[in-house]
Nanobody, 129 residues
């Protein structure tokens, strides 16, 4: 069973940093693209980054320079490092993979070359002083 479990969200002060983690099971992260998107209340989903199976990272322009996506083969995990958090960053953050499930629901962020076929339940990020 394909599963992605995020952790690391929480309350951060403006200008602060946060590292989100994602543990995958049911597939090997090395064989698929892994990435992140977010959804803020009342807004559409926004793709942030994806890290393809060849090791190339892609970022949405709006967050480029502030985030870094990575993959840990040994732990079958992915990470999103976020720096200089801003008031517009609060959202639920989702870890996603191009590994498809039987549900056949997919999400292709218009700003990224990855089509996600599975994602986790999300982790909440709040930015406040």
């Amino acid at each position: 069973q394909v599963q992605l479990v995020e952790s690391g969200g929480g309350l951060v002060q403006p200008g602060g940093s946060l590292r989100l983690s994602c543990v995958a099971s049911g597939f090997t992260v090395d064989d698929f693209d892994i990435g992140w998107f977010r959804r803020a209340p009342g807004k559409e989903r926004e793709g942030l980054a994806c890290f393809d199976s060849l090791g190339t990272a892609y970022y949405t322009d709006s967050v480029k320079g502030r985030i870094t996506v990575s993959r840990d083969s040994a732990n079958n995990s992915g990470y999103l490092q976020m720096n200089i958090l801003k008031p517009e960053d609060p959202a639920t953050y989702y870890c996603a993979s191009t590994k498809r499930t039987s549900s056949s629901t997919t999400y292709r962020p218009p700003t990224l070359p990855c089509t996600f076929g599975s994602w986790g339940q999300g982790t909440q990020v709040t930015v406040s002083s």
